[in-house]
């Protein structure tokens, strides 16, 4: 049984322990999706748009750029936003790249400053956690 089919109702946070591999964003994006069906921002369809890319996005960089066997997903409804918490081994954190055209990536970090009011990045030795938190109203169209 996975994490998006554990949640109960009234749910505030759920983490999932995620094995990096290609179908990792996939599996974050579906715990996401049973998250938000359990909170009262899941009704807005931009929100859930949002937290899905951004899941999808964090969630991909760990397993792109960490190379570790496992990275963990946390949500948490704040109420007035989602926090999205993506943690890996890697304390290298995220930088800035030109977008690749030809498909060497790039897009990614821009996609999650764009779509989240918030995006914070915590490091430690053993690794770090990215935070972004995406706020109805503040999603753009």
């Known amino acids: 049984m996975s994490a998006a089919d554990e949640l109960t109702d009234a749910v505030t946070c759920v983490s999932s ?9 996939g599996r974050a ?12 921002l899941g009704g ?5 748009d949002a937290v ?13 750029h960490a190379h570790g066997q496992e990275c963990r997903m946390e949500l948490t409804d704040l109420g007035d936003g989602v926090e999205i918490a993506v943690s890996d081994g890697d304390p290298t954190p995220p930088r800035w790249r030109s977008p690749d055209l ?13 779509l989240a009011a918030s995006v914070r990045v915590s490091t430690r030795l053993t690794g770090k956690t990215v935070h972004a938190i995406v706020v109805p109203g503040l999603v753009p169209a």
Not at 102 to 114: I, N, P, Q, Y
Request: charged share 25%; glycine share 16%.
């Open 102 to 114: 030809s498909g060497g990536g790039g897009f990614g970090w821009h996609l999650v400053h764009r």
């Open 44 to 48: 807005a369809p931009e929100v859930g």
């Open 52 to 64: 899905e890319l951004v899941v999808s996005e964090l969630v991909t960089n760990a397993v792109r």
């Open 17 to 25: 322990d995620l094995a990096t591999g290609p179908d990792a964003a």
């Open 29 to 40: 994006r579906r715990v996401a999706r049973g998250f938000l069906r359990k909170t009262p």
